[in-house]
């Protein structure tokens, strides 16, 4: 199994930027891909950026440009810096990680708040 922590969300002002970390533990070499995802109040969950095993990342198009999905191995932890914000990037954040084995684990989620 593969538990989640996700951290660095917060209030911030439209333009302004913040970091999002997703820090995995357990069974961590078998993560295949990572993805953040997020879902604002009465829409649905949507995939924001996911980055791969071998480091290659996709993104949203509403993302491309502003957002950049990273990883630190050493310390397990995926990373989403977001610059740019807008308000309608408000949402709860959720980091997900899918397994070479197909199961997939999901963290708690962090709130974003972006102010006009």
């Known amino acids: 199994q593969v538990q989640l922590v996700e951290s660095g969300g917060g209030l911030v002002q439209a333009g302004g930027s913040l970091r999002l970390s997703c820090a995995a533990s357990g069974s961590t070499s078998s993560i295949n891909f990572t993805g953040w995802y997020r879902q604002a109040p009465g829409k649905q969950r949507e995939l924001v950026a996911t980055i791969y095993s071998g480091g290659s990342t996709d993104y949203v198009d509403s993302a491309k440009g502003r957002f950049t999905i990273s990883r630190d191995n050493a310390k397990n932890t995926v990373y989403l810096q977001m610059n740019s914000l807008k308000p309608e990037d408000t949402a709860v954040y959720y980091c997900?990680?899918?397994?070479?084995?197909?199961?997939?684990?999901w963290g708690q989620g962090t709130q974003v708040t972006v102010s006009s």
């Open positions: 997900k990680v899918v397994t070479l084995y197909y199961d997939y684990y």
